[in-house]
């Protein structure tokens, strides 16, 4: 019942900067957490950034005070400002969100399709 799309990736050197987009489609009631997660080959899936409804957020302890993230509950989107980026924040950046569907369902895990972040001189 939720689409997530997104955009911004793509190849910057180290030091850049960039910004990546993500706006939520389809049929929910709210969107309690939007966010970002990321994954480089051979590892983990690891948390970047994460935001609740009431804009309360936390971060991974790799990305604190490079990382932003920013919620417009008017558009339902969520965005990431990536400041300082190093070689290793390369790896596929995927959207997320945590939705109730209706009012009296619990929450449900909504994915993107990720978009690649490759940060190289």
């Known amino acids: 019942q939720v689409q997530l799309v997104e955009s911004g990736g793509g190849l910057v050197q180290p030091g850049g900067s960039l910004r990546l987009s993500c706006a939520a489609s389809?049929?929910?009631?709210?969107?309690?957490?939007m966010g970002w997660y990321r994954q480089a080959p051979g590892e983990e899936r690891e948390l970047v950034a994460r935001?609740?409804?009431?804009?309360?957020?936390w971060y991974g302890d790799s990305v604190k005070g490079r990382f932003t993230i920013s919620r417009d509950h008017t558009k339902n989107t969520v965005d990431l400002q990536m400041n300082s980026l190093r070689p290793e924040d390369t790896a596929v950046y995927y959207c997320?969100?945590?939705?109730?569907?209706?009012?009296?369902?619990?929450?449900?895990?909504?994915w993107g399709q990720g978009t690649l972040v490759t940060v190289s001189s």
């Open positions: 997320y969100a945590l939705a109730k569907i209706h009012w009296y369902s619990g929450g449900s895990d909504a």
């Open positions: 935001m609740t409804l009431s804009d309360i957020s």
């Open positions: 389809g049929s929910f009631y709210s969107l309690n957490h």
